[in-house]
């Protein structure tokens, strides 16, 4: 194993090493979307030390596919492998080629599995076949499965109620980096920026180690940005049909919800998705929405009180929410746009969303800054059902000891500085929330406000118990 190079993904590791030690057949799932370092992890992991490798090809027929993984049986040691007529036959053959292995432990990796399900080429049914009649037997034997088709991943593997049924041992779903390990990817790569422009530059892209890669040391974030989504050669040209085609088959549908969301910036519950996309609220509906949440795109808290009509569906895919914002519609025209674009009405009103979308994705680190981390707790969302297009709490968390804290979320480039009229409207909205909730009076209420940069009068006014800061968020 060689895991020197790999950033963070600590209980990735380790549940990897309990696999490499466990004694018995193992049958590993590794998902999540494009970019977010599948292969890197399980490549390095392993130091390319297979039994046997394969990637299936991108858009590709049945004989293709079956033609490409013929040649890698004959790359990894069976020489007379003839051309397999069908998956059956292929995992026949992976099967010969395994017992001939001399390594204590047999690793099998097959990435881009997905690929590999072609029309009519009964392709699970093969992989079923081999588990449950073979491989499943074999204690020295892990075979590993990939590919950034989450929603055909998460179906046809891991809720596959036919012969993969409860047969899979392990699950890694690998999510983007957080902003700790977004800053020791930097690191790494040699990319010398503050902790607010590592946050500015994560609040446009998100935690995905493929496009950090592609920063150039030296340059500035709008620098960077400019080359990969706004130049007229920028590097990242397709990238969102690139990602939403490899996520889904058939992503139209898809794209309509997230664009709705991402024009939405409070967010929308699942019937003004429904008003705004046209689509029936049906069980396709709940599919997509299913799906979109297990690629790390959407995020839905439950209404509090778990209203579930009150449940409030957000983007929390950056690169998405960025995407919508200002790439789509950019012609390409204008030399060092986001450098010009910086500190202006659009960017201003991007950031502070963005921002609070940074804290929501950093939950963790929120329950640790409070301090509550052995208190049990859940998180929320509330909109006022009394105020049209009005007061509206993106997070609060409904603690076991008693208390509620309500969250309030500002972005500035300086110290914020807490005014009368401000102060007025948190009230508000505390005692507009404390009435329609019917809080009892042994409920604590404490406001919590989020900054990226402090407080420049946190003594102003009672009302905000607890503060928390950007810096905060970077832990662990």
């Not at 995992?91 to 001399?102: E, G, M, N, Q, V």
């Not at 892209?205 to 130049?231: H, R, T």
């Amino acid at each position: 194993m060689c895991i020197s190079n790999i950033i963070g993904r600590k209980i990735e590791r380790e549940r990897l090493e309990n696999v490499m030690k466990s004694g018995r057949p193992e049958f590993v799932v590794v998902y999540g979307r494009r970019r977010v370092g599948k292969t890197f992890l399980i490549n390095e992991f392993f130091n390319n030390n297979y039994t046997f490798k394969h990637t299936g090809l991108a858009n590709k027929d049945r004989l293709l596919q079956l033609s490409r993984f013929g040649a890698s049986l004959r790359e990894y040691g069976l020489a007379k492998a003839k051309l397999p007529q069908n998956w059956f036959e292929a995992f026949d053959l992976l099967k010969t080629l395994i017992k001939k292995s001399k390594k204590k432990r047999k690793v099998v990796f097959i990435d881009e599995l997905p690929y590999m399900d072609t029309a009519r080429s009964n392709f699970v049914c093969a992989i079923e076949d081999f588990w449950n009649n073979w491989g499943a037997t074999q204690k020295d034997l892990v075979l590993i499965v990939c590919g950034s088709a989450t929603a055909w991943i998460t179906r046809k593997i891991i809720k596959n109620h036919r012969g993969l049924h409860n047969r899979l041992t392990l699950k890694l779903y690998l999510h983007p980096f957080t902003l700790r390990e977004t800053k020791q990817h930097f690191r790494a790569l040699g990319l010398k920026y503050s902790d607010d422009a590592i946050a500015e530059r994560y609040m446009a892209m998100g935690g995905i180690p493929y496009y950090q890669q592609m920063l150039e040391p030296g340059k500035s974030v709008a620098q960077n940005l400019d080359d990969l989504f706004f130049s007229r050669d920028c590097k990242l040209a397709n990238e969102f049909e690139n990602l939403y085609a490899s996520l889904f088959e058939n992503s139209e549908n898809y794209v309509r919800i997230v664009e709705a969301l991402c024009n939405s910036e409070k967010g929308l519950t699942r019937d003004e998705i429904i008003d705004k996309t046209g689509l029936s609220s049906n069980g396709m509906l709940t599919q997509y929405l299913e799906d979109l949440e297990n690629c790390d795109l959407i995020r839905h808290y439950p209404g509090y009180g778990r209203n579930v009509k009150q449940s409030i569906y957000q983007v929390i895919d950056f690169y998405t929410l960025f995407y919508f914002k200002f790439i789509k519609t950019h012609t390409r025209t204008v030399a060092e746009y986001w450098g010009k674009l910086t500190g202006k009405g659009k960017y201003n009103d991007w950031i502070g969303y963005a921002f609070e979308q940074l804290c929501l994705c950093h939950y963790p680190q929120i329950v640790k800054a409070l301090g509550i981390n052995g208190i049990l707790a859940e998180p929320y969302s509330w909109r006022s059902q009394r105020i049209a297009g009005g007061a509206q709490i993106d997070l609060i968390i409904k603690r076991n000891d008693k208390t509620i804290n309500i969250f309030e979320i500002k972005y500035r480039g300086e110290p914020y500085r807490l005014t009368s009229k401000y102060v007025d409207e948190l009230r508000n909205k505390v005692a507009v929330f404390k009435e329609e909730n019917k809080i009892p009076s042994n409920i604590s209420i404490h406001l919590v406000m989020i900054t990226s940069m402090g407080l420049a009068n946190p003594e102003y006014d009672p009302l905000v118990q607890r503060h928390i800061t950007m810096t905060h968020l970077f832990d662990e």
